[in-house]
Nanobody, 114 residues
Framework: QVQFVESGGGLVQPGGSLRLSCVASRSIFNTYAMGWYRQAPGKQRDLVAW???????NYVDSVKGRFTISRDNAENTVYLQMNSLKPEDTAVYYC????????WGQGTQVTVSS
């Protein structure tokens, strides 16, 4: 059973913006804080932003001030608004719980390049 469906990635120039979406199963969405992760080629998958069920947010330093995570509890959807994108943001982006304890979805590719 697919637990997460990510979308919204693409190719964007440096300084551009993208908005990622992730639809999760209702049971997971209602139980856990949700997070966005990313994995660049040859690197491990890292958590970059997470949001509690009540809406408190946290970010790693490299995306703070540029990325915004939000969630729509009625739609079981978590978003990641990414502004001022940099080439080093290039990665496959995944959503999961903040613990990363559920099978992963297919992710969505984000490529930042001129």
């Amino acid at each position: 059973q697919v637990q997460f469906v990510e979308s919204g990635g693409g190719l964007v120039q440096p300084g551009g913006s993208l908005r990622l979406s992730c639809v999760a199963s209702r049971s997971i969405f209602n139980t856990y804080a949700m997070g966005w992760y990313r994995q660049a080629p040859g690197k491990q998958r890292d958590l970059v932003a997470w949001i509690t069920r009540r809406g408190s947010t946290n970010y790693v330093d490299s995306v703070k001030g540029r990325f915004t995570i939000s969630r729509d509890n009625a739609e079981n959807t978590v978003y990641l608004q990414m502004n001022s994108l940099k080439p080093e943001d290039t990665a496959v982006y995944y959503c999961n719980t903040n613990l990363g304890n559920v099978p992963w979805g297919q992710g969505t590719q984000v490529t930042v390049s001129s």
